[in-house]
């Protein structure tokens, strides 16, 4: 749906909802780096916090979108 489309209130909330799905599955796909042997060798690593802290704001962000779904 392109911006243009977005006409009522209802559409807004359908987009926000996409939006919302979009970024869970890219928080999802963090969760499987995290998972990827080289970042488990390296759990201190400054790169796997920043995954961790990445991931915990997507999260926040999806539940935020998720929240103006009546």
Same mark, same amino acid.
């Given at each position: ?13 359908? &987009?926000? !909802?996409?939006?919302?799905? *979009?970024?869970?599955? %890219?928080?999802?796909?963090? #969760?499987? @780096? ?5 970042? &488990?060798? !390296?759990?201190?690593?400054? *790169?796997?916090?920043? %995954?961790?802290?990445?991931? #915990?704001? @997507? ?12």
């Amino acid at each position: 749906m392109e911006l243009r489309d977005i006409k009522t209130l209802d559409d807004l909330q359908d &987009q926000m !909802r996409i939006y919302g799905t *979009m970024i869970e599955q %890219l928080g999802d796909n963090f #969760q499987d @780096l995290k998972k990827v042997e080289i970042a &488990q060798e !390296r759990k201190e690593n400054d *790169m796997v916090k920043a %995954l961790d802290e990445v991931q #915990q704001l @997507l999260y926040e962000a999806s539940r935020k979108l998720a929240s103006y779904d009546d």
